[in-house]
């Protein structure tokens, strides 16, 4: 009973992800087995590790799925990235208190810091003409965030952790590029496949480390 949350995660998480191939008829599928995820890893989280921080991180996870999922339109892509910087703020958050003395060492940290600052400043700079008068601010905020993530990610030197966010940011970038500028086949699947085994990898590594405690 221990791992039936994540056993139930990853069959939710495959059929979520074959779902553009085998239910392209049925939009419907999606609204279910999409939010589900984030429900399943709350489920887990509540299982395994009590403390409200991760299990608020996750809901906020949860509301920017559920957002993205509704019609296209600025305000529930606004209100998908607010959602979803709340939850990126909350990871900071998290990985800053479960960064001990050892790993928090400064001078490590400087290049990572100068590799997620080119990455954000660049990324941004190739969207910036693509984007509506008022994405630029939200848009903009969320990628600091999500660069920020990664970066105190590298910080803690946990490989789970950083693998996580790496996947984070790869599935994030993939998604503004096909909502601003190409969206290419498959990208879906490409988006969906980082960002379930992100915030699986996330989770179970923040989990894990808070039960140490």
């Known amino acids: 009973m221990k791992n039936m949350f994540l056993k139930l995660f990853w069959l939710d998480a495959i059929v979520e992800l074959l779902s553009p ?5 049925h939009p ?26 991760l299990f608020f991180t996750a809901f906020f996870a949860l509301l920017g799925d559920v957002f993205l999922m509704l019609p296209d339109s600025p305000l529930y892509f606004q209100l ?5 910087l709340i939850m990126q703020l909350s990871y900071i958050r998290l990985f800053a208190k479960e960064a001990s003395d050892e790993t928090w060492v400064p001078a490590y940290a400087r290049k990572p810091l100068a590799g997620v600052l080119i990455y954000v400043f660049s990324f941004l ?16 905020l969320y990628a600091f965030a999500l660069g920020s993530m990664m970066y105190f990610a590298v910080r803690m030197r ?23 500028y190409y969206s290419f086949p498959g990208i879906s699947v490409v988006v969906m496949g ?15 480390l808070q039960l140490k405690k």
């Open 28 to 53: 419907e599928v999606r609204m279910v087995t999409k939010p589900l995820l984030m429900i399943l890893l709350m489920g887990h989280i509540a299982q395994v590790n009590p403390k409200p921080a």
């Open 194 to 208: 980082t960002y379930i085994v992100a915030q699986l990898l996330l989770i179970s590594a923040l989990c894990k």
């Open 21 to 25: 191939l085998f239910f392209a008829s």
């Open 125 to 140: 700079a190739f969207l910036n003409p693509y984007l509506a008068g008022g994405m630029k601010i939200p848009v903009t």
């Open 158 to 180: 946990n490989q789970t952790i950083v693998l996580g966010a790496f996947l984070f940011v790869v599935s994030d970038s993939v998604l503004a590029f096909g909502k601003f």
């Open 80 to 84: 998908g990235l607010g959602s979803f």
